[in-house]
């Protein structure tokens, strides 16, 4: 079982930044891929930015060139640079990680951006 602890979020006002972490714990044995996803209010969890092992990462359309995510191989912790935020970025960011073929999904941290 792998545990994932986020945290990071708050309110921000548009033009802003802020920074999610996920500390993965637990019987780890391979992650690979960590990532991020966004449940904005009303609507389905859709990808934000994946990273693998070897660092090779993926962002979803609407985020790429505003957010970066970075992990810590060595400490099992992924990041979520979110630059350029604005009020569409609004929701809850949950970090998701596969182990040994197994999903495993953090309990989500609160974004909100004013405008």
């Known amino acids: 079982q792998v545990h994932l602890v986020e945290s990071g979020g708050g309110l921000v006002q548009a033009g802003g930044s802020l920074r999610l972490s996920c500390a993965a714990s637990g019987s780890i044995s391979s992650i690979n891929p960590m990532g991020w996803y966004h449940q904005a209010p009303g609507k389905e969890r859709e990808l934000v930015a994946t990273?693998?092992?070897?660092?090779?990462?993926y962002y979803g359309d609407s985020v790429k060139g505003r957010f970066t995510i970075s992990r810590m191989n060595a400490l099992n912790t992924v990041f979520l640079q979110m630059n350029s935020l604005n009020p569409e970025d609004t929701g809850v960011y949950y970090c998701?990680?596969?182990?040994?073929?197994?999903?495993?999904w953090g309990q989500g941290t609160q974004v909100t951006v004013s405008s």
């Open positions: 998701t990680v596969r182990d040994l073929g197994r999903v495993y």
């Open positions: 990273i693998t092992s070897a660092g090779r990462t």
